[in-house]
């Protein structure tokens, strides 16, 4: 079960320790990124945009996401297909989780092929693709097979999306420029490391002159995209504007995306966490949602089990929204966003899958293209904030070191007028002198 936020510090950190180990040409992230207000550079976005982006939700964004798969589904429909759920998924792929030899026979008895087969030794597990056949439909290939293995894990090879809300020009005025903190702000991470699981990275730009980065996937080829590149920012970056939670810290990313409609799906979040436990990297950011899946609950078991701290955002689908995964499989730190004023974002998902709040609004990272800056808004950008915040407690991965991490970070929250933990900022706020005030770069 998801641990309970209501327990104290202690006892959630007794809860993580006990955790058992598991047996164990599009570009999905700018999907959830809608395009900025207004035209014209850092010129050109009206006053009331500026207002509208700072402090309110930013369109109806309960709608933002599903209305975004359903267009991805519409644009790919040779590529991807919709479960009964209506989450998308890699069209006509099932995922089956360490099956044995008489499950693959069973599955080859049903015309089901083995499209890949990957083995993630640090996690004792292996990830096997099957592929359905023509006319057949994906859904009831997977009952089947269900039923054929009662005690096998197998499921559709879902999609997931970024979460963020938005980006805007950055240099609008803020609501309230006095509460970025740089006096508060760590210095150098040198040594350190951190892992992020998201889009590619622009390495080219200016805040990462001086950042080491390690990159995996894509077959080794480059596919920069603007919300990895954003959240890798807030990581590591450095530049004469701006500074993000942990420069200077080695930075181990993984494209899964590479600029592919089948991009984002659970076999290459379990890839890129295959490749982060050979690491033995401590804490991993997952700025993504999506549905529950078989695989992605069993990888994540896996690495809570081995000690690995998962930083994951809840989502923006709206504080009435079911849970989004995998901030909320158990053992992930879930976290959402607050406005500059320690609000939190009326979009944010809520229950007791949220552990922390960070900063996630009235704030700017790194952009591709022109202004080299953005407004970005939503739990993606607050999520990587905590993750540098943790990785100093958890440089590689341990049990108890993990508890310990999270129960001194939640000794460090602050919650409005001391209130009790909640299912809307968890323990409460973290890293509020990191957000770079949008005023600073106009």
């Known amino acids: 079960m998801k641990p309970n936020h209501f327990l104290p510090p202690a006892l959630f950190a007794a809860c993580l320790l006990g955790w058992p180990a598991a047996h164990a040409q599009l570009r999905l992230p700018s999907l959830n990124l809608p395009q900025p207000l207004g035209q014209g550079g850092l010129n050109g976005l009206a006053r009331p945009a500026e207002r509208l982006l700072d402090r309110v939700v930013p369109g109806d964004l309960r709608a933002l996401r599903p209305g975004q798969l359903e267009t991805l589904l519409q644009r ?98 803020s609501a309230s420029a006095g509460v970025d903190a740089a006096a508060s702000r760590p210095g150098a991470q040198r040594g350190l490391a951190l892992g992020l699981v998201d889009s590619g990275v622009d390495v080219a730009h200016e805040v990462f002159a001086g950042s080491a980065i390690e990159r995996h996937g894509c077959g ?15 990581m590591v970056g450095e530049s004469g504007r701006f500074r993000g939670a942990a420069p200077g810290a080695r930075l181990y990313a993984a494209d899964i995306y590479c600029d592919s409609p089948t991009g984002g799906s659970a076999a290459t979040i379990a890839d890129a966490l295959g490749w982060m436990a050979k690491q033995k990297i401590g804490v991993i950011n997952i700025s993504l949602v999506g549905p529950a899946n078989a695989t992605l609950e069993r990888v994540v078991a896996a690495m809570v089990g081995r000690g690995h701290l998962l930083v994951a955002a809840v989502g923006n689908d709206g504080p009435a929204a079911p849970p989004l995964y995998p901030a909320s499989y158990p053992g992930v730190v879930g976290v959402t966003g607050v406005d500059a004023r320690g609000r939190p974002l009326p979009e944010a998902g809520r229950g ?58 939640a000794k460090a929250a602050t919650r409005p007028d001391n209130a009790a933990v909640s299912n809307i900022v968890g323990h409460g706020v973290v890293g509020a002198g990191l957000r770079i005030d949008p005023a600073r770069l106009r």
Do not use: K
């Open 220 to 234: 080794g080829a480059s596919h920069p995209a603007p919300h990895g590149t954003a959240v890798a920012a807030l």
């Open 352 to 409: 007791p899958q949220v552990m922390f709040a960070a900063p996630g609004s009235q704030m700017v990272s790194a952009a591709i293209g022109s202004p080299p800056y953005r407004q970005v808004r939503g739990t993606s950008f607050a999520a990587p904030l905590v993750a540098a915040l943790l990785a100093p407690s958890l440089p590689t991965p341990g049990r108890p070191e993990a508890a310990r991490a999270v129960e001194a970070l």
């Open 76 to 173: 790919h429909p040779d590529l991807l297909e919709a479960d009964p759920r209506g989450e998308p998924a890699v069209r006509g792929e099932i995922l089956a989780n360490s099956p044995s030899d008489a499950a693959l026979r069973a599955a080859a008895g049903m015309g089901l092929v083995v499209a890949r087969q990957e083995r993630f030794e640090e996690l004792g597990e292996t990830l096997v693709t099957l592929r359905v056949p023509a006319g057949v439909s994906t859904a009831s290939a997977l009952e089947r097979l269900r039923a054929l293995d009662p005690a096998g894990s197998y499921d559709f090879n879902h999609i997931y999306t970024g979460s963020a809300s938005g980006m805007a020009p950055a240099g609008s005025a």
